[in-house]
């Protein structure tokens, strides 16, 4: 039996939580709504103040299935409390970024500014430039109240000028990722 999958889901008070008979499953609270499509097969129950996902049967598929659907649900009630967020940094000399309207506009070395569009439910913030490792550095955040499209931001924003492993301190990384350096081709 999955040990995640059996937890039952705490719902928070100023929280609803409404689940239609396709398994759509509705979390209204202080932040906003979210609706997601949960698998047919497993079965989502709401009794007094928690959520309880059980699964049908117990071949693998549905053991797979079980947890996740625990995750999502909970994901989604912590998403409209409290919200995610990802801390990324730009780092690069004459790098610099900031938001116009629904858009983020990054200097990023190349020979035009890099614009990428903001999805709708994401909100970002450039922060004051300040050193990492002797390199002007910019952090950005990534907010949200859905976790995969917050993480799916930040990456597509990474993936943008991604570290390099040969130039030190260059490129988007996220807070506290240690980037591996290589060492450069040898002189004779």
């Known amino acids: 039996m999955s040990r995640v999958g059996r937890k039952p889901i705490p719902i928070p008070p100023g929280v609803k939580v409404t689940i239609s008979e396709d398994n759509t499953v509705t ?22 103040g928690f959520i309880k996902v059980e699964r049908p049967t117990d071949n693998k598929f ?7 659907t625990r995750t999502l649900i909970a994901n989604m009630i912590t998403g409209v409390t409290e919200g995610f967020e990802k801390k990324l940094r730009i780092v690069g ?14 200097h990023l070395g190349y020979s035009h500014p890099v ?5 709708e439910g994401i909100t970002i913030t450039v922060g004051n430039p300040e050193p990492l ?15 995969e499209l917050v993480g799916e ?3 597509s924003i990474r993936r943008l000028k991604p570290p390099r492993a040969y ?3 260059v ?17 004779a």
């Open 93 to 106: 000399l004459g790098y610099r970024a900031q938001v116009q309207g629904n858009k983020l506009v990054m």
């Open 171 to 187: 490129g988007i990384r996220y807070e506290g990722e240690r980037v591996r350096m290589k060492e450069g081709k040898a002189r």
């Open 167 to 169: 130039k030190p301190c």
């Open 115 to 119: 614009v990428f569009e903001i999805p």
């Open 153 to 155: 931001t930040a990456a």
């Open 62 to 68: 549905h053991k797979s299935l079980h947890g996740l």
């Open 27 to 48: 979390v209204e609270g202080p932040k906003g709504k979210l609706v997601k499509k949960m698998h047919p097969d497993m079965i989502i129950k709401q009794e007094d």
């Open 133 to 147: 490792d002797g390199v002007p550095s910019i952090p950005l955040t990534v907010s949200g109240i859905d976790k």
